[in-house]
């Protein structure tokens, strides 16, 4: 929400002289530690709580610009510190003009400001219009003391809303304590003549300012003062967002640094809050260093870098803001930190999308009636669905379900530890033997490895069980042979498309249903990078029938070679009915050794 639409802030702190225009609904400030960002949101503050911290009141000596204050000195002129804004008429009241301005002017003689306002309008309406908003600051050290301020919030916002019937839950309350408190009550009035009963104060402030979130973790409930500060922090914009939902006044926040105590994941979330669900219904204002944040962008998004600089000459740096308009522009400010917003921004994208896909696979494991056996894509899955009704016409013990690539496939397997399990149903996952699903495999680094290293039990309890696709023996042959005649390491990849007979697989190319690739691999030294072709290295000491182990399978003709494959007779899919096999033994066993 659109309040204010300008900012001038002259000679507070290392403000000399600041101006932001054309502000949106939620306005970042990028800059170097002691750059002067908090000074803005300080001085927003001053200007509409005549404070500058939370709960410090304006000290006219401490808070003048020391640059004005020697030029003052100098000329003999009159020190003041103004801060004017330009509202919007966001409430379309048909007293107020579109836009117009109020400023307030602070000398050293008096704590309350002076006030100037557009000519037109009445000071009984700016006064009106002032009192309909609420500032909120939030500093970048989020103590006790600060929740205890936002919780009084929370007590204004119920006690106004007529509907949380906060009193006469309180009078109810009061009624049953003196009920239960009525032989003391009477003892003291038989003592000191006194009609004495318990009651409940006027202002609730005290009690909510004492109360706490208690939060669930695992089995047991904690407080929120005992959980870490990154929690309780991710507990700030709720509060606020509540209050001002149930206002009937609008809001303005200035939050310092959000990032504070957050992992990135969560930056990136909070960010994407503020932006999309929490800046509707307030006007929002941030500090950062951190790329989640000075990322936020977009028509209701406005960034400015603030920098310190010599002004006019003079010895004293004065702060000072410049709009920015693109993210590159953002990563130039804020020194080492641009190195990793893009692969910080990348990692968090990848997060988010792992997150996404076990949720999904595991609901698929709640509803399921059949063992689960994950594959690393949806072309496994049609090529095993089609082995197991070939091989295993009356007999269908499992289902098939792809996680979209060996990497979430390991996430799920991961999370499957946290999965709560009604049923007893074993989920398996099936990784490719190659490169890329082997290094996942290993990565199951603290899961027991039985049936000769071929199965690794990730959770005995829920049998929750990893396996790869099993090396043909021609494969680990070849693979022997080659590595002596080139003094290597070269490893065969079995993708499930390389599980079937060679045969098969050469009417495959044949028939263009399989397209083959050579590997190029890029090898770096100190000072250079070199590109090795291994299928030319490798092709020459490898039999004609298996030359396709030289080769990678290019991605686009997996869909066309499952497609091929179901066209096959049942006999083109013994070479997979050990993997099902080992598949139904473990769908079937109570358990695993």
């Given at each position: 929400?659109?309040?204010i639409n300008?900012?001038?802030?002259?000679y507070f702190?290392?403000?000399?002289?600041i101006t932001?225009?054309?502000l949106?609904?939620?306005?970042t400030?990028i800059?170097?530690?002691?750059?002067?960002?908090?000074?803005?949101?300080k001085?927003?503050?001053?200007f509409?709580?005549n404070e500058t911290e939370?709960?410090?009141?304006?000290?006219f000596?401490n808070?003048?610009s020391?640059?004005?204050?020697k030029?003052a000195?100098?000329?003999k002129?009159?020190?003041t510190?103004?801060?004017?804004?330009?509202?919007n008429?966001?409430?379309?009241?048909?007293?107020l003009?579109?836009s117009?301005?109020?400023k307030k002017?602070?000398t050293r003689?008096?704590?309350?400001p002076d006030m100037?306002h557009?000519?037109?309008i009445?000071?009984?309406t700016i006064g009106k219009?002032l009192?309909s908003?609420?500032f909120?600051?939030?500093?970048?050290?989020?103590s006790?003391?600060?929740?205890s301020?936002?919780l009084?919030?929370?007590h204004d916002?119920l006690?106004d809303?007529?509907?949380?019937?906060i009193s006469?839950?309180?009078?109810?309350l009061?009624g049953?304590?003196n009920e239960?408190?009525?032989?003391?009550a009477?003892k003291?009035q038989?003592?000191?003549g006194?009609?004495s009963t318990i009651d409940?104060?006027k202002d609730?402030?005290?009690?909510?300012?004492a109360?706490?979130?208690?939060t669930?973790?695992n089995d047991f409930f904690?407080?929120?003062q005992k959980?870490g500060?990154g929690?309780?922090?991710?507990h700030?914009?709720y509060?606020l967002?509540?209050v001002a939902?149930?206002s009937?006044?609008h809001?303005?926040?200035?939050y310092e640094e959000?990032?504070?105590s957050?992992e990135?994941s969560?930056?990136?979330?909070l960010?994407l809050?503020?932006k999309?669900?929490?800046s509707?219904?307030n006007q929002i204002?941030i500090?950062t260093h951190?790329?989640a944040?000075?990322d936020?962008?977009?028509?209701k998004?406005k960034?400015?870098?603030?920098?310190?600089?010599?002004r006019?000459g003079?010895?004293?740096?004065s702060?000072h803001?410049?709009?920015?308009?693109?993210?590159?522009?953002?990563?130039?400010?804020?020194g080492t930190a641009?190195?990793?917003?893009?692969?910080?921004?990348?990692?968090v994208?990848?997060?988010?999308e792992?997150k996404?896909?076990n949720?999904?696979l595991?609901?698929q494991?709640?509803d399921?009636?059949?063992t689960?056996v994950?594959?690393?894509?949806?072309?496994d899955?049609?090529?095993?669905?089609?082995?197991?009704?070939?091989?295993f016409?009356?007999?269908?013990f499992c289902?098939f379900?792809?996680?979209?690539?060996a990497?979430k496939l390991?996430?799920?397997?991961?999370?499957c530890?946290h999965?709560?399990?009604?049923n007893?149903?074993?989920?398996?996952?099936?990784?490719?033997n190659?490169n890329?699903?082997?290094?996942?495999?290993?990565?199951?680094k603290?899961?027991?490895?039985?049936s000769?290293?071929?199965?690794?039990?990730?959770?005995?309890?829920?049998?929750v069980?990893?396996m790869?696709?099993?090396?043909?023996?021609?494969?680990?042959?070849?693979q022997?042979k080659?590595?002596?005649?080139i003094d290597?390491?070269?490893?065969?990849s079995?993708p499930?498309e390389f599980l079937?007979?060679?045969d098969v697989?050469?009417?495959a190319?044949k028939?263009?249903?399989?397209?083959l690739?050579?590997?190029v691999?890029d090898?770096?030294?100190r000072e250079?990078k070199?590109?090795?072709?291994?299928t030319?290295?490798?092709?020459p000491?490898?039999?004609p029938?298996?030359?396709?182990?030289a080769y990678?399978?290019?991605s686009a003709?997996k869909?066309?070679?499952a497609?091929?494959?179901?066209k096959?007779?049942?006999?083109?899919?013994?070479?997979?009915y050990?993997l099902?096999?080992?598949?139904?033994?473990l769908?079937q066993?109570e358990?695993?050794e």
């Amino acid at each position: 929400m659109k309040v204010i639409n300008k900012i001038e802030i002259n000679y507070f702190r290392s403000a000399y002289s600041i101006t932001l225009t054309d502000l949106s609904d939620i306005t970042t400030l990028i800059g170097e530690n002691d750059s002067g960002k908090s000074n803005i949101l300080k001085a927003l503050n001053l200007f509409f709580n005549n404070e500058t911290e939370l709960g410090t009141a304006f000290n006219f000596t401490n808070d003048i610009s020391r640059t004005r204050e020697k030029e003052a000195k100098k000329q003999k002129g009159r020190m003041t510190v103004w801060v004017k804004i330009t509202f919007n008429n966001f409430k379309e009241w048909r007293s107020l003009p579109d836009s117009f301005y109020v400023k307030k002017v602070w000398t050293r003689y008096s704590q309350t400001p002076d006030m100037k306002h557009t000519d037109e309008i009445s000071r009984t309406t700016i006064g009106k219009f002032l009192n309909s908003i609420r500032f909120h600051y939030i500093p970048p050290v989020r103590s006790r003391e600060i929740f205890s301020c936002y919780l009084n919030l929370l007590h204004d916002a119920l006690i106004d809303d007529e509907k949380a019937g906060i009193s006469d839950s309180s009078g109810a309350l009061m009624g049953k304590i003196n009920e239960s408190t009525e032989s003391m009550a009477e003892k003291i009035q038989t003592a000191l003549g006194i009609e004495s009963t318990i009651d409940v104060p006027k202002d609730l402030r005290i009690l909510f300012s004492a109360l706490d979130f208690t939060t669930k973790h695992n089995d047991f409930f904690i407080p929120l003062q005992k959980r870490g500060d990154g929690l309780q922090t991710r507990h700030i914009p709720y509060i606020l967002d509540f209050v001002a939902r149930r206002s009937k006044v609008h809001h303005i926040w200035a939050y310092e640094e959000p990032e504070n105590s957050l992992e990135i994941s969560k930056a990136y979330d909070l960010a994407l809050q503020l932006k999309d669900e929490f800046s509707q219904e307030n006007q929002i204002f941030i500090t950062t260093h951190s790329p989640a944040f000075y990322d936020i962008s977009g028509e209701k998004a406005k960034r400015f870098h603030v920098y310190q600089h010599d002004r006019g000459g003079m010895t004293d740096k004065s702060s000072h803001v410049a709009p920015i308009s693109s993210r590159n522009e953002a990563d130039s400010f804020v020194g080492t930190a641009a190195f990793i917003a893009a692969r910080t921004k990348s990692l968090v994208n990848e997060h988010a999308e792992l997150k996404e896909s076990n949720a999904k696979l595991a609901q698929q494991l709640r509803d399921s009636t059949l063992t689960q056996v994950v594959v690393e894509g949806p072309t496994d899955k049609i090529i095993l669905d089609k082995a197991l009704a070939a091989l295993f016409p009356r007999d269908h013990f499992c289902e098939f379900v792809p996680a979209n690539c060996a990497t979430k496939l390991l996430s799920y397997l991961q999370a499957c530890d946290h999965i709560t399990k009604s049923n007893n149903i074993p989920t398996i996952g099936i990784f490719d033997n190659d490169n890329e699903g082997r290094q996942a495999y290993d990565k199951l680094k603290y899961a027991k490895t039985v049936s000769g290293g071929d199965i690794k039990v990730i959770n005995k309890v829920k049998k929750v069980y990893a396996m790869l696709i099993p090396m043909p023996d021609e494969a680990k042959e070849i693979q022997n042979k080659v590595n002596k005649k080139i003094d290597g390491s070269f490893s065969v990849s079995i993708p499930i498309e390389f599980l079937f007979p060679r045969d098969v697989i050469a009417r495959a190319i044949k028939e263009k249903a399989l397209v083959l690739r050579q590997i190029v691999k890029d090898i770096r030294d100190r000072e250079s990078k070199l590109s090795i072709n291994f299928t030319e290295k490798i092709s020459p000491h490898i039999h004609p029938d298996y030359k396709f182990l030289a080769y990678d399978i290019d991605s686009a003709s997996k869909i066309t070679f499952a497609d091929w494959l179901c066209k096959q007779p049942p006999k083109a899919f013994q070479s997979v009915y050990p993997l099902l096999k080992k598949i139904k033994a473990l769908s079937q066993s109570e358990t695993v050794e």
